[in-house]
């Protein structure tokens, strides 16, 4: 079957630190693969999807970036955290024909930046 | 721009009536609607999936009506228990948007015993 894994649960962090987030899939080949941010009360923001290895798409202009190193293995990174960097970060997934399936999504990373 | 609106108010039902949570959008024409369920401190968990030529979708008791004339989605939870507490999610994506999903703010639910 198949699972996600994401890590840390919580972190905390000062500002002008660096982040790193890992999201990890198993039990699938060639995912899409999706971070999401969410502040207190609200939405789920996209903050970047990738169709493929290498693949990228930013949706919103910040202080962070992802990469897929390999397959199923989806990270995401700022090298120097912001306040406004504080939030509810969630890593999904689902298959590449992925209009027609729900996500699958990960437990989260409660991120607060001190 | 693209806009998804659902009841920013809590909706605050008696155990046993059906709850009813509306979903309305704006300039978008999506492909597929969907519903998920988030509890405090998780992930969304999904429920259920409608497409756009499709007017209603069933599984045990949740009902989804998707009417893309009104622009409208209605979730409905029949016999609500305690335990269908949560906030719920609608998010829609678009044909040839990689499968990305885009989520309104969540309406509030509680089941009150």
């Known amino acids: 079957s198949q699972t996600i894994h994401q890590w840390p649960a919580t972190l905390v962090q000062p500002v002008g630190s660096p982040l790193s987030l890992e999201c990890t899939v198993e039990?699938?080949?060639?995912?899409?693969l999706y971070w999401y941010r969410q502040a207190a009360g609200r939405g789920l923001q996209l903050l970047f999807y990738?169709?493929?290895?290498?693949?990228i798409s930013s949706e919103v202009p910040q202080n962070l970036s992802a990469s897929r190193p390999q397959d199923r293995q989806f990270i995401l990174s700022s090298k120097k955290l912001l306040l406004s960097d504080s939030g509810f970060y969630l890593c999904?997934?689902?298959?590449?024909?992925?209009?027609?399936?729900?996500?699958?999504f990960g437990s989260g990373t409660r991120l607060t930046v001190v | 721009s693209q806009k998804i609106e659902q009841n920013s108010e809590a909706l605050n039902i008696q155990e046993g009536k059906t709850a009813t949570l509306t979903c309305n959008y704006t300039?978008?024409?999506?492909?597929?609607l969907q519903w998920y369920r988030q509890d405090p401190g998780r992930g969304p968990v999904f429920l259920l999936l409608?497409?756009?030529?499709?007017k209603e979708k069933r599984k045990e008791r949740l009902k989804v009506t998707f009417d893309t004339t009104l622009k409208q989605s209605l979730f409905h939870i029949t016999a609500s228990q305690p335990a269908d507490s949560a906030t719920y999610l609608c998010?829609?994506?678009?044909?040839?948007?990689?499968?990305?999903?885009?989520f309104g703010q969540g309406t509030e639910l509680s089941v009150k015993p």
């Open positions: 409608i497409r756009e030529n499709e």
């Open positions: 990738s169709v493929g290895i290498g693949q």
């Open positions: 039990g699938t080949s060639n995912p899409n």
């Open positions: 300039n978008y024409s999506p492909a597929y």
């Open positions: 998010a829609l994506s678009h044909y040839n948007q990689g499968g990305k999903l885009i």
């Open positions: 999904a997934w689902t298959i590449v024909q992925g209009l027609s399936y729900g996500y699958t």
